[in-house]
T-cell receptor, first 115, second 117 residues
Framework: AQSVTQLDSQVPVFEEAPVELRCNYS??????LFWYVQYPNQGLQLLLK??????LVKGINGFEAEFNKSQTSFHLRKPSVHISDTAEYFC?????????????FGTGTRLKVLA | GAVVSQHPSWVICKSGTSVKIECRSL??????MFWYRQFPKQSLMLMAT?????????EQGVEKDKFLINHASLTLSTLTVTSAHPEDSSFYIC?????????????FGPGTRLTVL
């Protein structure tokens, strides 16, 4: 079985400051890792994903994440946030053997960017 | 990017009635769609995998007679909550798998908020 932990339910940060949203996972099998963003009244949108290869993954909107296998983490970072980054962010994993992406989501982190 | 719509976006119903939620892929064909449920301040929980032309595959603990899924076409899957009760009140989200255009990506709908009185 797999589980995903997002320890921070809310993260306030000032505009143009850096931010890191934490994600840790537990799994007995190898997994793919994902970060999704959800803006108000919209569906989840894929920010980035790690399938294989380089452990540093770059996504849309200037976000990046680093897969750390030893620490079972996949933290999301952005060097300088904008007001428009205010949203809910979900980390997810999917077993590599599932045949399709069968997501297990974390509880989400609400990023609030302050002016 | 690809778009997935859900209808209705919110619904309020009386206890004991049935509610149907539609999930449509607007610009691609989806042989596989997924239904999730999200309680307040909790993560999305996969309820079932909907496959076009065949029976849905339900996750452990999800009552298939309670949550009827029909994937009648390559662009439409429906979730019917039968004999709804207040504990069924939740946020229901679908996703559709796009395997065309050289990719394998799931696109999520905006969700449907169900309130059962």
């Amino acid at each position: 079985a797999q589980s995903v932990t997002q320890l921070d339910s809310q993260v306030p940060v000032f505009e143009e400051a850096p931010v890191e949203l934490r994600c840790n996972y537990s799994s007995s099998v190898s997994v793919y890792l994902f970060w999704y963003v959800q803006y108000p009244n919209q569906g989840l949108q894929l920010l980035l994903k790690y399938l294989s290869g380089s452990t540093l993954v770059k996504g849309i909107n200037g976000f990046e994440a680093e897969f750390n296998k030893s620490q079972t983490s996949f933290h999301l970072r952005k060097p300088s946030v904008h007001i428009s980054d205010t949203a809910e962010y979900f980390c997810a994993v999917s077993p590599t053997t599932s045949g399709t992406y069968k997501y297990i989501f974390g509880t989400g982190t609400r990023l609030k960017v302050l002016a | 990017g690809a778009v997935v719509s859900q209808h209705p976006s919110w619904v309020i119903c009386k206890s004991g009635t049935s509610v149907k939620i539609e999930c449509r892929s607007l610009d691609f064909q989806a042989t596989t769609m997924f239904w999730y449920r999200q309680f307040p301040k909790q993560s999305l929980m996969l309820m079932a995998t909907s496959n076009e032309g065949s029976k849905a595959t339900y996750e452990q603990g999800v009552e298939k007679d309670k949550f009827l899924i029909n994937h009648a076409s390559l662009t439409l899957s429906t979730l019917t909550v039968t004999s709804a009760h207040p504990e069924d009140s939740s946020f229901y989200i679908c996703s559709a798998r796009d395997r065309g255009r050289g990719q394998d990506t799931q696109y999520f709908g905006p969700g449907t908020r169900l309130t059962v009185l």
